[in-house]
């Protein structure tokens, strides 16, 4: 699978490619065609990827450079990274075509495109890689694009005050899982997530060359100070409270195809990254780990958390004036909802957090994506001086809508089932608690949303409107490929993608196989 | 006094600077409001956690890992390095971490340095234009 491994050496080489070429390029718009191609082609690179691991029906190890699992770093792709990965590159393509409409000829272009594709590579590394101090590098290299992009005006002080927020405590919570990786090594002896997971689990402990390391020290009490540390760096990520507080004045201080990004897609990882680690890894939720018994503290700390999330964005969406503020408010809503999901620790809890990430990931970005226009035209963030875009353009006045419909749960979109499934999941297991959180804060919500939808769509202001901003293919192109996204994204259509990748997650035994087949190959093949 | 309980005295005595080190950069971190000593401070937490996770590969009394005799090699050759040698594995990971920590650093200076030029201050208590 050298698809797979090349996806991010690609995104990084024409990351660090685009600098060099504008020495001696100085026309914007060839930046514009380079990025898109590369996105694109990305984009295909990752969907092969998930067919393949579709068809094989299991994980695949990628050895890097040929080194085996515990001496080398392993990407290990299963049916729930490729699926994340595959819809980060298919959204991320569109949100480049957006930014060629949003940047124009502005002269920083090629160093965003250079940040943006950085970015990428973060996500897809984090997504595929199988190897615990891989994933902090990546979650580094994914940190470091995000910081230098909420900076992209340097010369505003709202962008530099929130990206030094976002940057000191993103170092501080990158250390924190540095932390965490370290005590991983001390206490499992190596740092492949598939072995560390066999380690976990006594049925195929055996199996591993590493036992004798647990005779010395507490090895559940090293494991809940690792989950300690590195749930701290991935609810940060996420935005989940009390991490939030970064993400309210970075997300609307970038340039708003990022806050899209942001928004949509770079909260996932710390969802992807945390249900890793408590499920697949260490198998908190699986009652054959030795780690079972921490279970009831995660998911009860996990779901207060989540749900005090939820409950505590959606109203401060309503002290909102800002448009991008309340929109970021609506995302650590909807993580909080996410996290919720994760820490049930039922499969169905599961299928429905990941069905949720993908709605969220499309709302949101259609969202921000649409908004852009309506600020872009009234050149101001503030909800009442918003002009009336909906008006003079349909394609921008549905997509509001439909952004903000899923989002709150309507019907025929995918918000709906996503939050649906939620729904069944929290009644399964009795939850009558969570089941209340999604209703209150979806509706407290609801009152939100139409504060963005009233003036966008029904007020008066459509003078002064520069129209020739409201059109050209690169603008409505993305918009109307996430409407139809969002009606895509519907449980005829998706149930078996998201079951299969849920699957995965949960019963890990295919994961730790592969990962152990890797080791034992190498070592019977006589190296 | 041998050498064996010196050993085990300045192990000890390491771990314990180590921790208050920690300790401290994180009263930095959090308590001083000058930008530039929070990135001092975070610094500083980043080499303490460096030296721990190399602290974590070393036993009292080793060798290099490297195996210095190459003709023949009996298995009590490869028993002693084994138990012997400290873990090199540390020491690539913190390689790394140290290179991720030269970038963010750099970042972080450059960002404050443009807080300077636009707020004509470094003083986190006067720079509130966002509310969190």
């Known amino acids: 699978m050298h698809l797979i491994a ?65 001496l080398g770093i392993v990407y290990e792709a299963d049916s729930f990274s490729t699926l994340l990965a595959t819809y980060t590159a298919f959204i991320i393509v569109f949100v480049t075509l957006y930014s060629s409409w949003y940047l124009g000829s502005d002269t920083g272009t090629p160093y965003y495109y250079s940040l943006l594709l950085g970015l ?32 992209y005006y340097r010369n505003s002080k709202e962008a530099v005050e929130a990206s030094i927020k976002y940057a000191f405590f993103g170092a501080l919570a990158g250390l924190s899982y540095f932390l965490a990786a370290v005590i991983t090594y001390a206490s499992f002896g190596n740092l492949t997530m598939g072995l560390v997971a066999a380690e976990s689990r006594p049925t195929f402990r055996l199996l591993t060359p590493f036992v004798d390391l647990f005779t010395w020290g507490n090895v559940i009490a090293a494991v809940a100070v690792i989950l300690a540390l590195s749930l701290w760096t991935f609810t940060f990520k996420a935005g989940i409270f009390p991490n939030h507080f970064w993400l309210p004045d970075a997300h609307p201080a970038a340039p708003t195809p990022i806050s899209a990004i942001l928004s949509g897609l770079v909260v996932n990882a710390g969802a992807y990254t945390s249900a890793r680690l408590l499920y697949t890894v260490f198998g908190v939720y699986d009652p054959l780990s030795s780690f079972y018994s921490l279970s009831p503290y995660l998911g009860t700390v996990l779901s207060a958390l989540g749900a005090f999330s939820a409950i505590f964005a959606s109203v401060m969406m309503l002290v909102q004036n800002d448009v991008k503020r309340l929109i970021a408010y609506s995302t650590v809503m909807h993580l909080g909802l996410i996290f919720t999901g994760l820490s049930l620790g039922t499969p169905a809890g599961v299928k429905a957090a990941t069905y949720h990430i993908l709605t969220h990931a499309a709302g ?7 908004v852009g226009v309506a600020i ?29 419909f899923s989002l709150v749960g309507l019907p025929p979109l995918g918000g709906f089932f996503s939050k649906f499934a939620l729904y069944q999941a ?20 609801m009152l939100g ?45 998706i149930s078996l993608a998201i079951d299969s990748a849920s699957r995965s997650l949960v019963y890990a035994d295919r994961y730790i196989i592969k990962a152990l087949e890797a080791f034992v190959n190498y070592i019977t093949s006589g190296g | 006094m041998d050498t064996n309980f010196l050993e085990r005295f300045l192990v000890i005595f390491a771990l314990y600077n180590l921790l208050a080190t920690i300790g401290v950069s994180i009263y930095g971190i959090v308590a001083r409001p000058h930008i530039t000593k929070k990135i001092i401070a975070l610094t500083i937490l980043g080499d303490a956690l460096n030296v721990l996770a190399i602290f974590l590969g070393f036993k ?43 970038a963010v650093n750099l970042f972080l200076i450059f960002l404050a340095l443009q807080i300077f030029r636009l707020y004509g201050t470094l003083d986190s208590r006067k720079i509130r234009e966002l509310r969190g």
């Open chain 1, 376 to 404: 872009e035209v009234s050149k101001t963030r503030r909800i009442p001086d918003l002009k009336a875009v909906g008006r003079l353009s349909p394609v921008v006045g549905i997509a509001i809508a439909a952004a903000c």
């Open chain 2, 60 to 102: 009292p009394s080793s060798i290099p890992p490297v195996l210095l005799k190459t003709d023949t090699i009996s298995e009590g050759d490869i028993i002693k390095f084994a138990t012997s040698a400290v873990d090199p594995l540390p020491q690539a990971l913190v390689l790394t971490a140290i290179v991720i920590g030269l």
């Open chain 1, 426 to 445: 929290y009644i399964e297991v009795g939850r009558f608690e969570l089941v209340a959180v999604l209703l209150a804060s979806s509706g407290i919500a």
């Open chain 1, 6 to 70: 090349a996806a991010p050496v690609v995104l990084v080489a024409t990351a660090f490619a685009i600098p060099l070429i504008y020495l001696k390029i100085k026309s914007v718009k060839v930046f514009h065609a380079v990025a898109l191609s590369v996105t694109l082609t990305v984009f295909f690179m990752t969907l092969l990827g998930y067919v393949y691991v579709s068809q094989v029906g299991e994980p695949v190890v990628y050895r890097m450079g040929g080194w085996p699992p515990p």
């Open chain 1, 449 to 493: 949303y139409l504060k963005v939808i009233y003036p966008t769509l029904f007020g008066s202001q459509t003078s002064d409107i520069e129209t020739h901003r409201l059109g050209g293919p690169s603008m409505l192109l993305p918009l109307i490929a996430l409407i139809a996204l969002l009606v895509i994204l519907n449980p005829l259509v």
């Open chain 1, 364 to 370: 949101k970005a259609l969202l921000f994506m649409s």
């Open chain 1, 120 to 151: 990428e590579a973060g996500l897809l590394g984090i997504y595929y890689t199988g190897d615990i101090f891989n994933l902090f590098v990546m979650l580094e290299v994914l940190g470091i694009t995000c910081y230098g992009l909420v900076a």
